[in-house]
């Protein structure tokens, strides 16, 4: 397999016949991984923008199964440790259920479970809402007015056309669980940070209890954004999956 024609993918090292494949979740791009990735000097990182978003914004945004189909596309036929964010994770867990013999294990920070009956009921949103508009509310809800109102004028564009991404990321979570973390047949870490929301801790410590080689990862002092506040600590998650999975040659790096 060869990644989607027009998919923006960072891949320093293809031929590397096993590899870490950073996913990010809604409203976010590869680029906020380069902290991350520059503490995982020595290990072959593959990072892509998932189609509406960054890089990827010219492509059609697409649903839980169309992102799933991307991320085992970059991965093709190498074997992998998938460290998903928020959505991200989501989207390597099913991708593990599908073809377990390339994704090896599954670092899962803080993945969402909105079909869960306590998981909180979103902000209500209707089709008269403008997709900007709901992109925009979701960023201040995550970085908070004043920094939103901070960004240069060309980024808030930007961040505001991707509300058709999100909003395709939002509705395909709807419904039934996408995944029986009770039948993942891969290692998986449910991780989450200390300061972060009671749902997402419940989330992950769930995933990690629920998962038949779950392990749960707590990163003191961090928030949603591992990645951007805690890079070392968010690689350490990565180099810890790289030893649950028995992949030798990502392991001696």
């Not at 059609?60 to 992102?67: I, M, N």
């Not at 993945?111 to 979103?122: G, K, L, Q």
Request: charged share 25%.
């Amino acid at each position: 397999m060869s990644a989607p024609e027009g998919l923006h993918v960072v891949d320093p090292e293809p031929d590397a016949p096993e590899v870490v494949v950073l996913v990010h979740g809604a409203m976010d791009r590869s680029s906020s991984f380069g902290r991350m990735a520059r503490h995982l000097d020595g290990v072959a990182v593959v990072r892509y923008d998932r189609r509406g978003y960054g890089r990827s914004a010219h492509l059609a945004p697409a649903g839980l199964d169309g992102h799933v189909d991307d991320l085992l596309a970059v991965v093709g036929d190498r074997r992998a440790v998938v460290f998903g964010h928020s959505y991200g994770g989501v989207a390597a867990l099913v991708a593990a259920v599908q073809r377990p013999e390339v994704v090896r294990t599954v670092v899962a920070y803080e993945a969402p479970s909105p079909w869960r009956s306590w998981w909180p009921a979103p902000p209500a949103a209707t089709s008269e809402v403008d997709p900007a508009d709901e992109a925009e509310a979701f960023m201040r809800r995550a970085i908070g007015d004043r920094y939103w109102e901070r960004l240069p004028a060309r980024t808030r564009h930007d961040r505001r056309s991707e509300g058709g991404a999100l909003r395709a990321d939002l509705r395909s979570l709807e419904g039934p669980a996408p995944y029986d973390a009770t039948t993942l047949p891969v290692p998986v870490l449910g991780c989450w940070g200390s300061e972060t929301t009671w749902w997402h801790h419940r989330a992950s410590a769930e995933l990690a209890a629920d998962a038949p080689m779950g392990e749960e990862v707590v990163v003191a002092g961090a928030h949603h954004g591992v990645h951007l506040s805690h890079p070392t600590a968010a690689a350490d998650l990565v180099r810890r999956g790289i030893a649950r999975s028995g992949l030798h040659a990502l392991a001696s790096r």
